[in-house]
């Protein structure tokens, strides 16, 4: 009777300790998308071929 109670407690707590676990696992995963999705995209800054800064230079020609 003592080990089936010990038993049963043991079970419950284990089980509010999953749901407690996967409760702070999807807090994390929100907070990760939030960050994810404002995280700023960074390029390299590549110079030009001169084929293109000759085509640019005629095409933004004012004269």
Do not use: H
């Not at 990760?32 to 020609?61: E, F, G």
């Amino acid at each position: 009777m003592m080990r089936t109670q010990c038993l049963l407690g043991l079970c419950k707590s284990v089980a509010f300790t999953a749901k407690l676990w996967s409760f702070f696992i999807y807090l994390l995963q929100r907070q990760i998308r939030t960050v994810i999705q404002y995280q700023t995209v960074k390029y390299d800054i590549l110079p030009l071929s001169p084929a293109s800064r000759n085509w640019l230079s005629r095409r933004c020609d004012p004269g």
